[in-house]
């Protein structure tokens, strides 16, 4: 969200100039402020200070002519211009916010949408356009409709639209110039100039989709025929429409993809302006910047991207990525540290790139991995999306992906200051650097990184080879607000607008006010006349409270998309839940214990902006692009202690629509902590390795911090990368190569230097730590006493056989003793939730058992709410997500023990499905498939996969795939969506085919015809697959002969 | 003295009874009067500077090639005469077309785009006077205007003029602004705008009056302010060493500055004498006494003139 303060630029103070006085020129700013203010204060209720209304009216008169002046201006700052252009876009729209007449209003929002595109703030003008009151223009008489109707669908970029509306007035008017049909001068130049209008707008549009070059010249010619025509029609509005259209279809022009032919290849761009489902025309002026600083001819290979949230980074990462994919060789690595995250990403590309052949793979999971999976159906990607974690797995495994990478993206890198993942985060790129930044491209994002620590980054990657832009445009105006009361104003409720204005009174005295009421009383306010409100809270009993109060006082409403989300919901929360009722009235509460389908479908609704408010904790307010303008933080706490400044300044980034409005706001309710919007140095950026460093050995305050470094350690041991003979260079290596060693003095660098040394050491030093078992180690991610532990228990382990299932059901007792020692002793970062849990086996036999947690829950005894959070904390905190890693790690010890005489421990290969079981709750092959493709229905999948086919070994996945595929019903679009847009090549062996190598034809029932003979038929279990993808009609099928007879199915 | 209105004008200027300004014009039938008037119409009336546009909008649907329409137009225009009552000389036209290329369909093409414009812009002219014809007071109307502009530019000197190019049609869906004028001073913040509502009758004073009154009466300022954003338009064309002043001008008045007149202009039998009650009434304009300007404009036979203009320009 951009910073405001109104500027007065250069340009418009050079306009204002030619017929304004010197003092009216200064005041210029402060009569934006007023009208700015005027429109705040109406549109939150309050009454209007004197003086203001006046101001308002005095700028709304002055703005015409000065639009006008500088319409005409011979300035040749463009950069200045457009600014300028900008300003007076967002008076027009304050203008047509407080305008009563709708026909002025709808004037001034033309007048906006117009001068926004002039001033490149094309959301902005997609936005005004669409507020434009359509319904009102056939009243006008003033108004032809097809122009104005063609117009506005233009400024709202429908270009489909625009194009059959350019067309068919084309048609129109060409129909209408015939003698007996023109029954006046006046109306032959205005069909002339209509059609000439439509005629450029009609090219102006292929150029936007096609591309065409002969288009990009001729609109311009059309346009300045219309002006003319018009001129001669006596149609003064006309004149001045089109006149302004000119200017700004040469401004949409300018930033259109098709323009930037120079930068970016031509295929790319096809891609996105020819896609069917949600085509892209043109670039914000942020991307321009990036992509211009990013991927010119002599950029450097590294880049540090800084742009603030909803810029439109991920454009612009996905550019990038297909650029440099299709110019060189290798793989292209999204790295973003929330899931939600990852799925949006992945939506993104996949929506674009598979038609430039760039195969998308979402790499689920974390060190849960099921590589004969992941390898199956990411065959042939080149982009992969996937945590830190992953990437941190991949690179433990040597995975061949990795070392056939070009580029790498990481994504939110400002989290390199999160305990634990932080560092992991930091090393990971450090040795990304050092191995692969020799050739592959290293791109660094971020939204709230401040400019003088950007510079750490460009040093962190190498000045040689890396540079950084920071960017500062963004498509929404952020508008910051703190709330406060003073005793010497008898506790008024006041608001402060940073840099803008006061508004006093806003709460009425209250000396008992607490910051829940009066957090409520705000969100009621900026709800009702500013749209969705999303309130950060400190805790999940918090967000569930202010939730409570605030649908209490909430208006109801009534929306059929709410009912059917509360009905659903009710089945996944205790009975005394309001959560549901919440819901139908457009409230909610988000966070981490609630079950993963309550979340997820809480989070589709504040996407789709269907939601008025939500009250979430940190596991909501960042990473999902939600559709709020109003961000209230009702509490700078997470937890216990104070939000780092970047946290906060990520999540007043959620605040403003971009395409939807034009504004975001973001009130806080601390004002002891308006330091934080106020001075940059408030913001921490810093490494994690300040932490290790001041860490001593046994103490727990940075454990994790600890641990990270000592489990990167093990994995370099494994990789040789140090030894016993190298410790003192390699750790010395090791630090150079990070963040912190950019940000520390001499003294902090040799006090972390002396502190790794010694850690180096002591792994290197470990007594009999080699082969398999130092390779489990090194591959878990665990830190060096997880491993330790779980070793020990691994070695109790008889040789015996490990049979997952007996008789059809799983054979629980040893699956029991497996996971009882995965419990560590000391959890890693789930202790207070275990705490609040009892009967933990039995909860976590029913949990891979596929009963759903409401059941689960009233089994327990856990009938209120509080009880039902417990478990689900316990459930997606630990048994998800420490226990599937810990267990993870177990089994592959178990296997490494054994790996000398293999033939003493037979062991099912579900056993290592197991860790993904207990990630998703599942407990069959095809209910993890179902969730792993993108199924957030938990209990669905495991209703749906109680038939399904299981696995006696790895190389079977095919079947489960074909029985997935199979599935019907529209909660699985996604799953068939991702699962087919994954597999690039599906190979099933025909044990009986003996037929040439050649096309054939494949019918339903699964005979397989060659030259109108039937040759063989496919297995049974095959069969959905084949329906599917015939139904489809998304794939050849042909038959080859590699050696072994193979029926090959190639998704288009 | 030059070849200009104000050699066959009388003027008389005064205050009328501290309300409003009042120009009493007398138009003498001095000899050279009637063919000045029919140049300046046939100058500033009927605009064939716009035929070439028109033209390349026709060629354009036609699918002319470009680089056919820009050596077709030097072409055509010297085989045009009294266009559009007259049609051009085909013939010519398609022989030096065929000296000029030898792409034979485009010369059809041209000619068929030439043909469409001469057909479809004598039918609109013709439109428009056949509307005049039922309606005297518009008839007058229309020669009135062309006095009021020669009134500004040669009397007044005014130094920017936005006007009417065409002429104007009853039953025309949108009517603008008559005249925009700018008289700059000799100090530039005191140059003035002027706003003109022009009518003619031949016995109606009071009606046209009232006409003009509701006219600059009416609420809202868009129709000014789109007339002023047309003629800020037209002078960056025509005015370009001037047009920065005028265009500040205009933006002065739009933010509510005393630099502007609204200009009733009437143009009347000379037999026509209007009482003062009737032109007293003026004073309803909602404007300072010193921002309204009442200027009748009279002449001796006045339908004659009217006829005269009529017949030579419309009818020929």
């Given amino acids: 969200m951009q910073k405001v303060g109104t500027y007065i630029s250069t340009s418009v103070k050079a306009a204002a100039n030619s017929f304004l006085g010197k003092n009216e020129i200064e005041n210029l700013k402060k009569l934006v402020d007023s009208l700015e203010k005027l429109y705040i204060f109406r549109a939150l209720n309050v009454n209007p200070e004197v003086g203001d209304e006046d101001a308002a009216k005095k700028l709304v008169q002055i703005v015409i002519p000065l639009e006008s002046q500088l319409y005409h201006s011979t300035a040749e700052n463009e950069e200045d211009l457009i600014r300028g252009f900008s300003l007076i876009a967002s008076i027009f729209e304050y203008a047509a916010k407080i305008e009563p007449d709708q026909s002025k209003r709808n004037e001034f929002w033309l007048r906006s949408s117009l001068a926004y595109l002039h001033g490149k703030k094309s959301a902005n003008s997609i936005v005004t356009a669409g507020k434009y009151e359509q319904t009102a223009i056939s009243d006008d008489k003033d108004l032809n409709t097809d122009v104005t109707r063609l117009i506005l669908s233009f400024l709202s970029r429908d270009v489909k639209q625009s194009l059959e509306q350019a067309i068919s007035l084309i048609v129109k008017t060409n129909e209408e110039l015939k003698p007996d049909e023109i029954d006046s001068i006046e109306r032959q130049f205005n069909l002339q100039g209509q059609l000439e209008l439509a005629s450029s707008l009609r090219d102006a549009l292929l150029f936007l989709k096609y591309g065409e070059q002969s288009c990009f010249k001729s609109w311009k010619r059309h346009m300045e025929l219309s002006i003319n025509h018009f001129q001669r029609s006596q149609d003064d509005y006309l004149v001045w429409l089109t006149s302004r259209l000119e200017k700004s279809i040469k401004s949409l022009l300018d930033n259109s993809l098709w323009n930037l032919t120079s930068l970016i290849p031509e295929q790319i761009i096809k891609a996105f302006t020819q896609n069917e489902e949600k085509p892209i025309y043109d670039l914000w002026d942020s991307q321009v910047v990036a992509l211009k600083n990013i991927i010119s001819k002599g950029s450097k290979r590294h880049h540090s991207l800084i742009m603030p949230t909803s810029s439109g980074k991920t454009l612009v990462a996905t550019i990038i990525a297909a650029k440099q994919l299709l110019e060189k060789p290798g793989n292209c690595f999204y790295i973003t540290p929330y899931r939600a995250l990852v799925s949006e990403v992945s939506q993104f590309m996949n929506r674009y790139l598979p038609d430039l052949g760039l195969k998308i793979k979402h790499l689920p999971g974390e060190y849960d991995a099921i590589p004969e999976l992941e390898n199956f159906i990411a065959k042939d990607a080149r982009i992969f999306i996937l945590t830190p974690e992953k990437l941190d797995l991949l690179w433990r495994q040597t995975d061949q992906r990795i070392k056939d990478s070009c580029i790498f993206i990481f994504d939110e890198v400002q989290n390199v200051i999160e305990e634990g993942r932080g560092l992991r985060l930091e090393l990971l790129i450090s040795r990304i650097k050092k191995t692969y930044g020799y050739f592959s491209r290293i791109i660094l994002l971020s939204a709230v990184i401040p400019e003088n620590n950007a510079v750490k980054l460009v040093e962190w990657l190498g000045t040689k080879n890396s540079e950084k832009s920071f960017i500062e445009w963004a498509p929404t105006r952020g508008f910051r607000g703190i709330f406060y009361r003073l005793r010497k104003e008898d506790y008024k409720g006041n608001l402060v607008y940073v840099d803008k204005f006061h508004i006093n009174s806003i709460l009425p005295p209250d000396q008992n006010a607490t910051r829940r009421q009066e957090t409520m009383e705000l969100v009621l306010k900026y709800q009702k006349h500013l749209g969705p409100v999303l309130v950060y809270c400190n805790s999940k009993d918090e967000a569930q409270r202010m939730a409570e109060l605030i649908f209490q006082n909430l208006s109801q409403k009534s929306n059929k998309e709410l009912d059917e989300a509360s009905e659903y919901v009710k089945s996944y929360t205790s009975s005394d839940s309001i959560l549901p009722l919440m819901l139908k009235s457009g409230v909610a509460y988000h966070h981490a214990s609630l079950s993963n389908t309550v979340k997820s479908t809480i989070e589709k609704l504040g996407r789709d902006g269907k939601l008025d408010v939500l009250c979430c904790t940190s596991t909501l307010a960042e990473g999902v692009n939600l559709n709020v303008g109003t961000v209230i933080i009702s509490s700078v706490y997470q937890g216990g202690t104070s939000m780092e400044g970047m946290r906060l300044q990520n999540l007043a980034g959620r605040a403003g629509r971009a395409l939807k409005d034009t504004e975001g706001h973001v009130i806080l309710m601390d004002s002891g902590f308006n330091q934080i919007f106020t001075e940059e140095e408030f913001i921490r950026f810093q490494s994690r390795f300040y932490q290790y460093m001041l860490s001593i050995v046994n103490d727990t305050t940075y454990l994790e911090d600890v641990e990270v470094i000592e489990s990167d350690l093990l994995a370099r041991f494994y990789k040789n990368e140090i030894s016993q003979d190298n410790v003192d260079e390699s750790s010395k290596e090791l630090l150079t190569s990070t963040l912190f060693y950019n940000q520390a003095n001499v003294d902090e660098y040799r006090m972390t230097l002396s502190r790794l040394t010694n850690d180096m050491k002591r792994i290197v030093n470990i007594p009999n730590l080699k082969g398999i078992q130092l390779k489990v180690f090194a591959e878990t991610g665990l830190g060096l006493k997880q491993c330790q532990q779980l070793d020990d228990k691994a070695k109790h382990i008889e040789p015996t056989s490990l049979k997952f299932r007996q008789h059809g059901s799983l054979n629980w007792s040893q699956i029991q003793d497996i996971i009882s020692f995965c419990m560590l002793e000391k959890p890693r970062f789930s202790g207070r939730i275990l705490q609040n849990i009892e009967n933990k086996m039995e909860i976590i036999k029913n949990w891979i058992l596929g009963k759903p947690i409401i059941e689960i829950s009233k089994q327990q005894g856990f009938l209120d709410t509080k009880s039902l959070n417990n478990l689900t904390n316990f459930l997606y905190g630990y048994v998800a997500d420490e226990l599937s890693w810990v267990n993870s790690a177990f089994i592959k010890l178990i296997d490494a023990n054994f790996s000398d005489n293999p033939s003493k421990l037979q062991i099912d290969y579900e056993y290592y499905l197991l860790p993904s079981y207990l990630k998703y709750g599942v407990n069959n092959p095809g209910g993890l498939l179902l969730c792993m493709a993108g199924l957030e229905d938990r209990d669905l999948a495991n209703q749906l996969s109680q038939n399904s086919p299981l696995l006696k070994d790895k190389n079977n996945w095919i079947n489960i795939i074909s029985w997935v595929l199979g599935q019907e019903g529209k909660e699985l679009e996604k799953v068939h969506q991702n699962l087919i847009s994954n597999i690039s090549v599906f190979s099933i062996p025909l044990d009986k085919f003996i037929g040439e190598t050649g096309k054939c034809e494949v019918n339903d029932l699964g005979q397989i015809y060659q030259n109108d003979k039937m040759v063989s038929t496919i297995r049974s279990e095959h069969l959905p697959l084949i329906k599917i993808l015939k139904r489809r009609k998304c794939a050849t099928i042909s038959i080859t002969k590699n050696g072994n007879s193979l029926l090959q199915i190639i998704p288009a | ?316």
């Avoid at chain 2, 485009?106 to 043909?115: C, D, P």
């Avoid at chain 2, 439109?127 to 530019?153: C, M, P, T, W």
């Fill in chain 2, 1 to 316: 003295m030059a070849n200009n209105f104000e050699k066959y004008c009388e003027v008389e200027n005064k205050v009328f009874e501290d309300l409003f300004s009042l120009s009493d014009v007398k138009i003498n039938q001095a000899s050279g009067l009637d063919s000045f008037i029919l140049e300046e119409f046939t100058k500033k009336r009927l605009d064939f500077h716009s035929l070439e546009l028109s033209f390349e909008t026709y060629a354009g649907i036609n699918d002319v090639e470009q680089e056919v329409i820009q050596f077709s137009w030097p072409i055509i225009q010297n085989h045009l005469s009294n266009f559009p009552i007259d049609s051009p000389d085909y013939s010519s036209i398609e022989q030096k077309l065929n000296q000029a290329t030898k792409k034979t369909e485009q010369v059809t093409k041209v000619l068929e785009s030439l043909k469409r414009l001469h057909e479809i812009s004598k039918h609109a002219l013709e439109s428009n006077v056949r509307g005049l014809e039922d309606d005297i007071d518009k008839k007058i109307g229309y020669v009135g205007e062309l006095f009021s502009y020669l009134y500004a530019r040669d009397i007044q000197k005014a130094d920017c003029l936005y006007h009417k190019l065409i002429l104007d049609n009853p039953k025309s869906f949108r009517q603008g602004l008559d005249l925009l004028t700018v008289i700059f001073d000799s100090d530039s913040d005191k140059d003035q705008v002027h706003f003109w509502e022009i009518k003619g009758t031949q016995k109606n004073f009071d009606t046209q009056r009232n006409n003009i009154i509701t006219w600059f009466n009416q609420p809202g300022d868009k129709h000014l302010t789109m007339a002023i954003e047309a003629a800020k338009m037209q002078w960056k064309n025509e005015y370009p060493k001037v047009y920065e002043r005028a265009i500040k001008a205009l933006s002065r008045f739009q933010i509510q500055e005393n630099n502007f007149r609204y200009v009733g202009s009437i143009t009347i039998d000379q037999n026509l004498k209007p009482t003062d009650d009737a032109i007293r009434k003026f004073k309803k304009i909602n404007a300072n006494k010193n921002n309204k300007h009442l200027i009748i404009l009279k002449t001796e036979k006045l339908l004659e003139r009217i006829e005269m203009v009529y017949d030579t320009i419309c009818k020929k």
